[in-house]
């Protein structure tokens, strides 16, 4: 298998991330293009990058989230390719998708992989239409706190809220009595939506062992 052989590459992401794909752009002769938010402007993995641009904003939906600043940088700078590191667009098949259309490689999954396993929501689809054996659970898209509710005590707690997009973490409740169920949802989905920029979040069963 051979692979493409990129000059210059945009690191779409921030922190100990970014510090590590400039690392490996360095160590392979490719210039590293780094992006911040306002926030993040002093920031060393700036001053590690070959090139740095604003992304003029301090929220993740108007910087590291924002596909069309991101795809503008990368035409400006002439970028070849875009490495969402992990995290913000890293899962995101329209993102993928775009940075094929507009001419980079993205470093990572093709759109069709991502659609199919980056939602967590749409890979258990995938493994109950195989008969795969899966944890107890549903898809709380488009479902109500009530539904939710009713689920989760047919499931069984403690039960697990986590995101559908995205990983490390992110959108993730454990909760251990009804009680809790409301604000955990709304936690867990404000947390995926600023962190992915999808509010969509499964309900499992939580398995203390």
Same mark, same amino acid.
């Given at each position: 298998?051979?692979?493409?052989?990129?000059?210059?590459?945009?690191?779409?992401?921030?922190?100990?991330?970014?510090?590590?794909?400039?690392?490996?752009?360095?160590?392979?002769?490719?210039?590293? /293009?780094? /992006?911040?938010?306002?926030?993040?402007?002093?920031?060393?993995?700036?001053?590690?990058?070959?090139?740095?641009?604003?992304?003029? @904003?301090?929220?993740?939906?108007?910087?590291?989230?924002?596909?069309?600043?991101?795809?503008?940088? &990368?035409?400006?700078?002439?970028?070849?390719?875009?490495?969402?590191?992990?995290?913000?667009?890293?899962?995101?098949?329209?993102?993928?998708?775009?940075?094929?259309?507009?001419?980079?490689?993205?470093?990572?999954?093709?759109?069709?992989?991502?659609?199919?396993? @980056?939602?967590? %929501?749409?890979?258990?689809?995938?493994?109950?239409?195989? #008969? /795969?054996?899966?944890?107890?659970?549903?898809? #709380?898209?488009?479902?109500?706190?009530?539904?939710?509710?009713?689920? &989760?005590?047919?499931?069984?707690?403690? /039960?697990?809220?986590?995101?559908?997009? @995205?990983?490390? @973490?992110?959108?993730?409740?454990?909760?251990?009595?009804?009680?809790?169920?409301?604000? &955990?949802?709304?936690?867990?989905?404000?947390?995926?939506?600023? %962190?992915?920029?999808?509010?969509?979040?499964?309900?499992?069963?939580?398995?203390?062992?």
């Amino acid at each position: 298998m051979t692979y493409p052989r990129f000059r210059k590459l945009l690191i779409a992401n921030r922190g100990e991330i970014a510090r590590r794909v400039i690392r490996a752009c360095h160590e392979l002769g490719i210039r590293a /293009v780094a /992006v911040y938010s306002d926030v993040d402007e002093r920031a060393v993995w700036v001053r590690e990058a070959d090139e740095a641009y604003p992304l003029h @904003g301090s929220a993740a939906a108007d910087t590291y989230l924002n596909r069309d600043k991101l795809l503008t940088i &990368a035409t400006n700078s002439n970028a070849d390719a875009i490495h969402p590191g992990y995290g913000f667009l890293s899962e995101n098949a329209d993102f993928a998708a775009a940075c094929a259309h507009a001419g980079f490689v993205f470093v990572g999954p093709p759109p069709a992989a991502m659609r199919a396993l @980056g939602s967590k %929501a749409a890979a258990r689809a995938i493994a109950e239409a195989h #008969g /795969v054996p899966v944890v107890p659970g549903v898809d #709380g898209l488009g479902k109500s706190v009530d539904e939710l509710s009713a689920a &989760a005590a047919a499931i069984g707690y403690p /039960v697990l809220i986590k995101a559908s997009a @995205g990983g490390g @973490g992110k959108g993730m409740r454990v909760v251990h009595e009804a009680g809790q169920l409301r604000d &955990a949802l709304q936690a867990a989905r404000q947390e995926a939506q600023s %962190a992915f920029g999808d509010p969509h979040v499964l309900l499992e069963k939580y398995f203390t062992e």
